[in-house]
């Protein structure tokens, strides 16, 4: 049944125009910058952006900045709320459970999918924009002058005097956020740990696009519901009166992969993250599949 | 192979199936009948695990359902309501796709057992063209293919014929009969008289969701006693047969008789030019509109 859903899955165009648009953003930032030499000043706009005019190799980590808060949760939220509402409303559910497949098994196939499908737009990203900014922005150029230290907003301080880094581009190596210089592999590390961090952090709202679609029939309202959810969620986190709820929201630490940059990492908020996406996952989840393993299949 | 005890299903007040007890036998073309709106796709749907009974009992196959959708339902193919598939993909690939998602379906022998069930349903020749672009008749031909692909003992089909023109729904009776004769067991739900007339060896009526008629449908359609005359003589033949014509329509007479060779041979006798003569049975519309009210669809003043 996995395999059934990951062929359906590669078979959708949808798939391949929304990873597709996910990666053309940070594609048509690139371009400004490189054409304008007018990057954000550091701590002010996305994270790490201000960096990428000299240290191009960073580019994966201001793509990912840039694709987070909204054009990823927007692309899961919209691929996990039609995962059992769009087959309901095509009636092809009903045949799947007459076949029979479990509608445990679904749910859990449909998860997969939607994992997948995050995994795979994490991965398109990190790769085109490794691209992008090697040609566009150019590799490390350590030379270059930069000022202020990385604060949480995540820009860069740049060229503080690279201890030489075997097989880097030419130019030197890519620092941290802390200031010390990392090396290829650190930086690869790095990259990765953020890569699956943010796919992590995507698992919240796809439990909750999940949990909606199966109450509902209509794709589109799973997904709205679940990015209704997660605005709310991001309203939240700025706003100091809501305090109180702050640890438990879904997106209070989807930032906290940036702490992958700093040196040594900075664990605490990560694992904190970690922590809550998997309790989203589990509640969700848990909901998604009483309320489906119950169901009078209608339609 | 199916049957049902005082199995009824509620949706919060709406009494969708009321206390129905049917029961299909192996070998069976079963049709079940019914009004829109009657219940026939809910029972269909608790049939096969779709929908959760509110009380009563069901068996399938001889296990209960819903408990054990697993083991049953492998051996049953299904046409629920109006046949779905993936538009973007081809007839074909959704076939081995729906073949692949549940159990009893060998890889090794699905694209044979694919091929065989397009071409048991006329739809060999379809090409790599995705489904978007086939006619209600191929969808519901589709349909059908994907419930023979695993050559089910027991066929659970609503409303089969949907959207077929007329040689398509013979090609598919063919079929069922067909496959009835090699040892599937048929239960099909329509408002189609005609096809059930022509398909059924049984049948039950829904009504408002209570089974109203259970019954094979040869002893529904026992003779009534009279007997259909057509002849170029009416006059003569009145006054031979005098007092057994019930109705007289131009050439056409009703004839109260028990014995259809007896009255031929009297009228031969007579010199009336017989053209037909025949038995008259209760068509499957007398008998399903005796038992049966107006329709879900239908509102007339409240009496």
Redesign the interface.
Same mark, same amino acid.
């Given at each position: 049944?996995i +395999?059934?859903e990951l062929?359906?899955l590669v078979?959708?165009?949808r798939t391949w125009v929304s990873v597709a648009l996910i990666c053309l953003l940070p594609l048509v930032v690139a371009i400004f910058i490189a054409v304008t030499h007018i990057a954000p000043a550091p701590g002010s706009g996305s994270a790490f952006l201000s960096a990428v005019l000299n240290e191009g190799q960073l580019y994966p980590a201001a793509a990912l900045a840039l694709v987070l808060p909204v054009f990823l949760p927007v692309a899961v939220a919209v691929v996990a709320g039609d995962s059992i509402a769009g087959e309901a409303s095509?009636?092809?559910l @009903?045949?799947?459970? +007459? @076949?029979?497949?479990?509608r445990t098994k679904l749910l859990v196939a449909k998860l997969i999918a939607v994992i997948t499908f995050a995994v795979l737009a994490v991965v398109a990203v990190t790769v085109t924009s490794y691209a992008t900014g090697v040609l566009i922005l150019g590799p490390s150029r350590a030379a270059a002058v930069g000022t202020a230290p990385g604060g949480l907003s995540g820009s860069i301080a740049p060229g503080a005097g690279g201890a030489p880094t075997a097989g880097l581009q030419p130019g030197g190596a890519v620092t941290s956020l802390s200031g010390t210089p990392l090396t290829t592999l650190e930086l690869i590390e790095r990259v990765l740990g953020a890569m699956a961090f943010i796919t992590v952090s995507m698992l919240g709202v796809a439990a909750i696009a999940l949990f909606l679609s199966t109450i509902t029939d209509s794709a589109i309202g799973a997904a709205m519901g679940s990015l209704a959810a997660l605005v709310i969620s991001e309203i939240l986190v700025t706003l100091n009166a809501a305090s109180v709820v702050q640890p438990y929201l879904p997106t209070r630490y989807w930032l906290a992969w940036i702490d992958f940059f700093r040196q040594p990492i900075f664990w605490r908020d990560i694992q904190r993250g970690f922590a809550i996406q998997a309790v989203y996952v589990i509640v969700f989840l848990a909901a998604a599949w009483a309320n489906f393993a119950?169901r009078?299949?209608?339609t | 192979m199916i049957t049902t005890q005082h199995l009824t299903k509620r949706f919060g007040h709406v009494e969708a199936v009321r206390d129905v007890s049917i029961d299909v036998r192996e070998g069976d073309r079963y049709g079940l009948l019914g009004p829109n709106g009657s219940g026939k796709s809910t029972l269909v749907r608790m049939l096969l695990g779709l929908v959760y009974a509110t009380s009563g009992s069901i068996s399938v196959l001889g296990e209960p359902i819903p408990r054990h959708v697993g083991r049953v339902l492998p051996e049953i193919g299904s046409v629920i309501e109006e046949p779905a598939a993936y538009p973007h993909l081809s007839g074909r690939t959704n076939l081995r796709l729906l073949d692949a998602a549940g159990p009893h379906g060998s890889r090794r022998t699905r694209r044979r057992r694919v091929d065989e069930a397009l071409e048991q349903v006329g739809l060999a020749g379809i090409d790599r063209r995705p489904v978007r672009a086939y006619s209600l008749g191929m969808r519901q031909r589709l349909g059908l293919a994907a419930a023979l692909v695993r050559r089910p003992r027991l066929l659970i089909l609503d409303e089969p014929t949907n959207g077929l023109d007329p040689r398509g729904i013979r090609d598919i009776r063919d079929l069922l009969i067909g496959l009835n004769a090699d040892g599937t067991t048929i239960f099909l739900s329509s408002h189609l008289l005609p096809e059930v007339s022509a398909l059924c060896t049984r049948i039950g009526v829904l009504d408002s969701g209570k089974l109203v008629l259970q019954d094979q449908l040869a002893s529904l359609q026992e003779p009534t006693g009279r007997v259909l005359v057509s002849t170029d003589d009416p006059e003569r033949a009145v006054a031979t047969l005098d007092g057994l014509v019930e109705r007289r329509d131009g050439a056409d007479l009703v004839v109260r008789s028990p014995d259809p060779a007896a009255l031929n041979a009297r009228l031969v006798e007579a010199g009336v030019p017989v053209r037909s003569l025949v038995v008259q049975r209760r068509s499957l519309e007398e008998i399903v509109l005796d038992v049966t009210g107006a329709g879900s669809d239908q509102f007339g003043v409240p009496a």
């Open positions: 049944m +395999a059934v062929f359906k078979r959708r165009l095509t009636g092809t @009903r045949y799947l459970l +007459a @076949r029979p497949v479990g119950t009078d299949i209608t | -």
